[in-house]
């Protein structure tokens, strides 16, 4: 089928949910992506902070290809071994004890809120707490998710959503602690906001959410479905603050384009949590899916990914910078490790993301004003300088 023909039969078939850019791409190589006319792109946004290890990356196809000829699905009504391994390298990757795997990252978000709230309801046997949640956060589109996401347009036409949220401003403790009642259950964000913008926390601000939480016995939910799996340079990006979370999501960079997310407690958390009849997923944490997950914590600790992520930011950071300096329409760089927003000013973002991906860059914005920088993990020097160039031509 020409390419044409695939556009008009996608918007013919699917719903549109999407305004998608007029480009299909085929196949990945790399850091670099081809359309169905041949034409090749350099991936700064690796399918929104998801393909970690680029692509086509030989290992990693192998290990689904011998998993696929193995056994792709079983349910969860019986052990399988990716799964028993997945979950082992999640937990040791950050201390934590018991892990639950899911199919995206909203799914995730979900486990972790009925997780919060069952802890608090075999604590005190209540059933209205409430959770704090941030404004410019995103933590998903289902029914709970959204209603933890601070973001009202998206909201509106959904209502109503589930009660007892109450949204504080990120990075602002006061607003946090005025928002906290003897009912409140969790406290839930994004270590650095995403689709808001590309806001990290401040350290003092995790610091001392942590503290409320401790004083109050309040669990965190930190959110780290997307800038989780070494995208800051630290492979959980809490980890860069001394901070831990009671309850962690993670998805995106997880399996590295299978889809697949889990939600992880403490033992604290674990303590009184879910259990059987609870929750559940037919497909959550299936041998293809946690054999991704597997095969890409092996893959991270074989070729150094997340030491190369740091190695490679003040580079990239450096680049940014003077791309920030030399373009008066452009007003900041925010963001941490390959997690990095340039933010537009007097201009539309679409235009330069639209610019760009004709000039053969895919990059992607987030909230109204920034153009998203989340390449694959593994790019180098090189990468950047041609991305930088690309960038350029495309103001
Ligand atoms: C993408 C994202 C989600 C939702 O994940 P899906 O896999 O799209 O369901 C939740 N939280 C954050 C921070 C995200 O970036």
Not at 37 to 55: H, S, T
Not at 60 to 80: M, W
Not at 336 to 341: P, R
Request: proline share 3%; aromatic share 8%.
């Amino acid at each position: 089928m020409k390419t044409e023909e695939i556009m008009q039969e996608t918007d013919e078939y699917v719903l549109h949910t999407y305004n998608r850019f007029p480009v299909v791409f085929e196949r990945g190589e790399g850091v670099h992506l081809y359309d169905t006319d041949g034409k090749e792109y350099l991936d700064f946004a690796a399918g929104i902070a998801v393909f970690g290890l680029g692509y086509a990356n030989r290992e990693y196809n192998d290990a689904l290809k011998d998993q696929i000829d193995h056994i792709i699905h079983t349910s969860n009504l019986y052990y399988n071994v990716p799964m028993a391994e997945a979950a082992r390298k999640v937990a040791e990757s950050c201390g934590m004890s018991k892990v639950f795997f899911t199919n995206s990252g909203t799914e995730a978000i979900e486990g972790a809120i009925k997780a919060a709230r069952k802890y608090a309801w075999l604590r005190d046997g209540s059933s209205d707490h409430e959770i704090i949640a941030m404004k410019h956060s995103f933590h998903g589109r289902s029914l709970g998710a959204l209603s933890v996401t601070g973001n009202t347009s998206y909201q509106e036409p959904f209502k109503p959503l589930i009660g007892g949220i109450r949204f504080a401003e990120f990075n602002d403790l006061k607003s946090v602690e005025e928002s906290i009642s003897d009912k409140t259950c969790a406290i839930i964000m994004e270590t650095v906001q995403g689709e808001g913008g590309i806001y990290p926390a401040e350290k003092e601000f995790l610091q001392g959410v942590r503290k409320l939480c401790d004083e109050h016995d309040i669990l965190l939910i930190l959110d780290e479905i997307q800038c989780g799996m070494g995208r800051t340079g630290y492979l959980w990006a809490w980890q860069e603050f001394g901070v831990k979370p009671d309850i962690m999501t993670c998805a995106k960079a997880l399996g590295c384009g299978v889809p697949v997310g889990c939600f992880v407690l403490n033992e604290k958390a674990a303590s009184r949590s879910l259990v059987p009849g609870d929750h559940g997923s037919t497909y959550g944490g299936n041998p293809l899916a946690t054999r991704a997950v597997s095969t890409v914590f092996d893959l991270f600790a074989k070729n150094h990914i997340v030491e190369h992520v740091k190695e490679l930011t003040p580079y990239l950071e450096q680049k940014l910078d003077s791309l920030v300096a030399g373009h008066d329409f452009l007003a900041a760089r925010r963001g941490k490790g390959f997690m990095q927003g340039l933010v537009v000013s007097g201009r539309p973002v679409g235009e330069i993301v639209s610019n760009a991906l004709q000039n053969g860059l895919v990059v992607i914005s987030a909230g109204s004003d920034v153009i998203r920088l989340v390449p694959p993990l593994v790019i180098e020097k090189e990468d950047i300088d041609e991305m930088i160039r690309r960038l350029e031509a495309s103001f």
